[in-house]
């Protein structure tokens, strides 16, 4: 196994100037593995944030094209990245090699897809209207806008995908793409996976000549705090707990400059049980259903954390069998430490409510996570109880009863923002409540209708994310090409000469990019 020497990434330099080391653990024994990273001083925090400060100008002023070259360099280094990276990842994670191949080759798509995203030339946003200097009464100036990168961006890797959502992962992605250099913050869960990964990332930086200090990583408890309030950073990203993103969120509107923070948080993602779905298919649906709850231990932003279904015999014969396919789940070890004592916290709150009974799922003990079932009284939704809308971060779901059609409303009504909202149903059940889907527009960022919501597709029409507290910003997604979107800025120029303008806005459209000239979209030359 190659060696994790654990220094920070500066300026493309290695640094190791603090005393105090952090050790990687292997997820499924707990002992300690022969690596230990340095963590970051303020000083290394600074210093990383003043070089991605000083490629900034350099990188944002290249041309779409050569950042598309960096990104597929980047795909193409992951990809390379051998049998020993994986078996590393694994051992960190407790994830399976399958699900790591596959979470890599996410990844490096993401990457092309952006490389995609920077060629069509869309994510300028260019716009034109031309000077109407006989308007009466007062003649119109010669307006154009485009898009550039807000700056540095700091990004924080998530736990659950230590590569999609970490060091090479959509946030990074996507403020390469957009022109913003990264300050990325390791997770302390999989460090050494990190490492080789940051290593990748400049391998391809050198490969495709991009300014110093492009990519930098810090490692570190506590260290993020200095990186968000660093007058350098722009904005931030970031995948994990509620408690942190709200954390981060505070800080950063403190500033003396407040920045964006694009925090992904809290989802129970509702699945929608209606009546003749239940009638039709009831035994497939609690088979599906378990199978997503289960999905990769529970360990997805998106997983099935609350079923609601209208009351009937259907609703009863699918509940037993539902509650006897997930008391029969193995248990499934989870990705540290720390996120199986979140898990058996959120258990305990559950078993203590005098509202929620338990249906099924062993006691929970030793070091993996039992899968398990509760059934909550429906007015915990519909008075706004904070225990239902909290995550519990594993393998459990709640399910809730409601009455009839008017109590299942009150109860949607209760729930807070939302990743995903899914309806299983038939096409009667669709006929008979047509107003779940404009109600279930104002709680989620994806809706679906018979399927399970822990696949999150990397193209351009997705959108991961939601209101509050799902996300901290319900406009933008952190998967899919609309992610660009986060960390660029409109700049408009006003009777500017043709020569000083940006090549997406001059007459002779240099880039063969479509515009939106005059109010009509056009390729051609002004």
Known sequence: MTSITGWNYIGGQRSAEGQTTLQSFDASTGQALPYAFHQATEAEVDAAARAAQDAYPAFRSLPAA??????????????ALGEHFVALVCQE?????ARIQAERGRTSGQMRLFAKVLRRGDFYGARIDRALPERQPLPRPDLRQWRIGLGPVAVFGASNFPLAFSTAGGDTAAALAAGCPVVFKAHSGHMGTAELVADAILRAARRTDMPTGVFNMIFGGGVGAWLVQHPAIQAVGFTGSLAGGRALCDIAAARPQPIPVFAEMSSINPVLLLPEALQVRGERIASELSAAVVLGAG????????????????????????VRLM????????????????????????????????????????????????????????DGDEL?????????????????QAELLRALHGLRGQLTATLIAEPGDLR??????????????????????????????????????ATSDARGSSVGSLAIDRFLRPVCYQNYPDEWLPDALKNANPLGIERLVDGLHSREVL
């Open 93 to 97: 994670t407790a994830l399976p090699a």
């Open 299 to 322: 360990q997805f932003c998106t997983n099935p954390g609350l079923v609601i279904g209208i009351r009937s015999a259907a609703f009863d014969a699918w509940l037993q069998h539902f």
């Open 66 to 79: 050569r950042r598309a070259e960096f990104l597929e360099a980047i795909a193409d280094e992951l990809d």
């Open 432 to 469: 008979n409540h047509t107003e779940l889907t404009g109600l279930l527009e104002h709680k989620a960022g994806r809706l679906l209708i018979n399927g399970y919501p822990t696949g999150v597709e990397v193209c351009d029409a997705m959108v991961h994310g939601g209101p509050y507290p």
């Open 388 to 404: 239902l809308q909290e995550e519990v971060f594993g393998p459990t779901t709640v399910v809730v009863e409601v009455a009839d």
């Open 327 to 382: 008391g029969d789940q193995p248990a499934q070890t989870l990705l540290n430490t720390a996120t199986l004592k979140s898990y058996c916290h959120g258990l305990e709150r559950l078993h203590a409510h005098p509202a929620v009974s338990h249906l099924a799922g062993a006691a929970q003990q030793g070091q993996q996570a039992h899968a398990q079932v509760f059934k909550a009284d429906v007015a915990l939704l519909i």
